[in-house]
T-cell receptor, first 111, second 116 residues
Framework: GDSVTQMEGPVTLSEEAFLTINCTYT??????LFWYVQYPGEGLQLLLK?????DKGSNKGFEATYRKETTSFHLEKGSVQVSDSAVYFC??????????FGKGTTLSVSS | EAGVAQSPRYKIIEKRQSVAFWCNPI?????LYWYQQILGQGPKLLIQ????????DSQLPKDRFSAERLKGVDSTLKIQPAKLEDSAVYLC??????????????FGQGTRLTVV
């Protein structure tokens, strides 16, 4: 069945460092891909999404490009802030089925 | 626009007791989901409703878990009897799409269940 694999955490960075969180997926057809973020004490929020190959989702300085050839959707940010500290989940949705999530990657940014 | 509402936020029960969680989705959203998120893991789907019909309950432990969505709006998830391994955050989400649409899902704050 469909699945999502994302890099293990935690990821610890200094403020203004470059961030990459790797995400790969296995799915038939053409799923939509998502990154959700969970800030401490809060619910899951959609960060960005892409619905077809080569689409780039972007929000709050974060970007991810839907790469069908490598079945990847890596999350990147050029300069992280302390406020970006959170748990990040990669997810896919295929033909209207429910979201399938990766295990999550904890990001900790220090000043 | 109001978000997905869940209650209670926290619940502590003893094993073998029963518990119920409530969810009110965003108005007009046809699809409602219940997820279980165990500490350190990603959310796992328990059940998906479209309006008041079940679309997918293949991962719902039906011997102890039950869920309903009366009138296609609010939903309740029940556990009876609870086990220690049911300790988790139970997330409710809703989306506007039906059929094969891959629309965005909006999540509630979740209910943190601790079984002792």
């Amino acid at each position: 069945g469909d699945s999502v694999t994302q890099m293990e955490g935690p990821v610890t960075l200094s403020e203004e460092a470059f961030l990459t969180i790797n995400c790969t997926y296995t799915a038939t057809g053409y799923p939509s891909l998502f990154w959700y973020v969970q800030y401490p004490g809060e619910g899951l929020q959609l960060l960005l999404k892409a619905t077809k190959a080569d689409d780039k989702g972007s929000n709050k300085g974060f970007e991810a490009t839907y790469r069908k050839e490598t079945t990847s959707f890596h999350l990147e940010k050029g300069s992280v802030q302390v406020s970006d500290s959170a748990v990040y989940f990669c997810a896919l949705r295929n033909r209207g089925t429910a979201l399938i999530f990766g295990k999550g990657t904890t990001l900790s940014v220090s000043s | 626009e109001a978000g997905v509402a869940q209650s209670p936020r926290y619940k502590i029960i003893e094993k073998r007791q029963s518990v119920a969680f409530w969810c009110n989705p965003i108005s007009g959203h046809a699809t409602l989901y219940w997820y279980q998120q165990i500490l350190g893991q990603g959310p796992k789907l328990l059940i998906q409703f479209q309006n008041n019909g079940v679309v997918d309950d293949s991962q719902l432990p039906k011997d102890r878990f039950s869920a309903e969505r009366l009138k296609g709006v609010d939903s309740t998830l029940k556990i009876q009897p609870a086990k220690l391994e049911d300790s988790a955050v139970y997330l409710c989400a809703s989306s506007i799409g039906t059929g094969g649409m891959n629309t965005e899902a909006f999540f509630g704050q979740g209910t943190r269940l601790t079984v002792v």
